[in-house]
């Protein structure tokens, strides 16, 4: 029975997926065929698909009055709820640092390849880089990026991360205080459940929205567009199976030592499978923690990593951060040369992955974050074409996102059990499939 309910659950999942890439399609063959037209002084003749634009319209905005109380409900309600307090801080701090460092390893990898690979080679006609007259410096820069100056303002969507920079310190302020069975912890999850649902009820709107936004885009822009986000899915694809083939054996090996590689490739294929048919890494929380249990990893250890990885550890939603700040700068004509602008665009990926919900389909969120940063004065154009890559990618990245929660268990248990964990596991015969030595 449950075989069955799982097999229309991954049915359920990809059919929603084909009706969105159905509504893209018939988007943009809609505004193929009823282009807005212009005369020579670039006056508007004739607004062709372009009057549909307000179906996305609708779309944004509700996501824009959704996105405050879900990153502050769900950050700050995994944070409180965690149980083990004298354990759990070093398996918290490990943790975290860890996906930071992953994360970064992926962004840069991406950025490399996009450097070598532009996923946009001319500008989209009509769209210019807006120049900042006057720069901020670098402290008030950071100030700026981490925090604001009152608690009102983190009430605004233009405020992303430092309400995750908050959330975050409130989740530690109620574990600590008053405790992770609290009435207000229980509140943040249930809140944080609720907002998901609110999602998931906005996005069964998301299909006629994006079939307004693609119609408008390619109305507006041209078939250009085609041959970008083509370029942009070829490098992107490869990357991800590539990277499950290189960089998770070096992260098991190095967590777990001897056999650890073995065993990663025993274990990863479930939660990897199930990542890949259901696009949602909440979804693979059980499978995940089935197969850190089969492998000898503490019960703490994957309580506290496999949850907190459905929200926090996103290496697959970094690939495709890069991939649309990217895109995005070739899209305004904007140059990347700076190490500055490379190591901002580093941040935002790692930061704004925290952001991002299990929700199938749902990388709304972090899209935002990284759109109000990059490009603030084209965020309506900037976003639209941000959330239609992202449900592109979004299979492949929610493999890579969720099968690396179970990868990252390895490492963290090397910092927390020792680096022979493994070892003492398959002694104890506590690794499946693996006779005691």
Not at 40 to 60: I, S, W
Not at 200 to 206: D, F, L, R
Request: proline share 5%; with cysteine; hydrophobic share 50%.
């Amino acid at each position: 029975m449950s075989n069955q309910l799982s097999k229309k659950s991954v049915a359920r999942n990809y059919a929603f997926l084909a009706v969105m890439l159905g509504s893209m399609i018939l988007g943009a063959i809609v505004g193929w065929i009823f282009p807005q037209v212009k005369d020579a002084e670039g006056a508007v003749v004739n607004a062709g698909a372009t009057v549909l634009k307000p179906l996305g319209t609708l779309f944004l905005n509700m996501m824009f009055c959704i996105v405050v109380p879900m990153v502050f409900s769900s950050i700050g309600g995994s944070v409180a709820t965690m149980k083990s307090r004298r354990r759990a801080g070093k398996i918290m701090g490990t943790t975290i640092l860890t996906f930071m460092v992953t994360g970064a390893i992926a962004a840069v990898i991406m950025i490399v390849l996009m450097k070598a690979i532009p996923p946009v080679l001319e500008p989209w006609s009509n769209l210019t880089a807006v120049e900042v007259s006057d720069p901020i410096s670098i402290p008030d820069l950071i100030v700026n990026f981490f925090t604001v100056g009152d608690f009102s303002q983190l009430l605004s969507r233009s405020s992303m991360l430092p309400l995750i920079v908050f959330s975050i310190l409130f989740g530690f302020g109620v574990n600590l205080g008053p405790g992770p069975d609290s009435l207000i912890a229980k509140f943040l999850v249930s809140l944080s459940e609720a907002m998901m649902k609110v999602v998931q009820i906005v996005t069964y709107y998301a299909p006629i929205a994006f079939f307004g936004f693609f119609a408008d885009l390619v109305a507006t822009y041209g078939p250009q567009i085609t041959q970008d986000y083509g370029r942009a899915l070829a490098v992107y694809y490869p990357l991800c199976f590539i990277y499950i083939f290189t960089a998770f054996p070096l992260f098991a090996w190095f967590g777990g030592g001897k056999g650890a590689v073995r065993q990663m490739f025993r274990h990863i294929a479930r939660p990897a499978i199930t990542s890949l048919g259901t696009c949602s890494s909440v979804a693979t929380i059980p499978t995940n923690m089935e197969a850190a249990e089969e492998t000898g990893i503490s019960k703490d250890v994957s309580e506290i990593v496999v949850p907190l990885g459905a929200t926090m550890h996103m290496d697959g939603s970094c690939f495709s951060c890069i991939l649309k700040i990217m895109f995005l700068f070739g899209v305004f004509g904007k140059p990347i040369d700076s190490i500055g602008d490379m190591a901002l665009m580093v941040v935002v990926a790692v930061l704004s992955s925290v952001g991002m919900s299990g929700v199938p389909g749902g990388g709304y969120i972090g899209e935002f974050i990284m759109c109000s940063i990059f490009f603030p004065d084209q965020l309506e154009v900037a976003y639209g074409i941000a959330i239609t890559i992202g449900n592109l990618v979004d299979p492949p990245a929610t493999m890579i996102n969720s099968a690396g929660d179970y990868v990252v268990s390895y490492v963290v248990s090397r910092f927390v059990d020792g680096k022979d964990w493994l070892q003492k596991a398959i002694a104890e015969g506590r690794v499946a499939g693996v006779s005691k030595k």
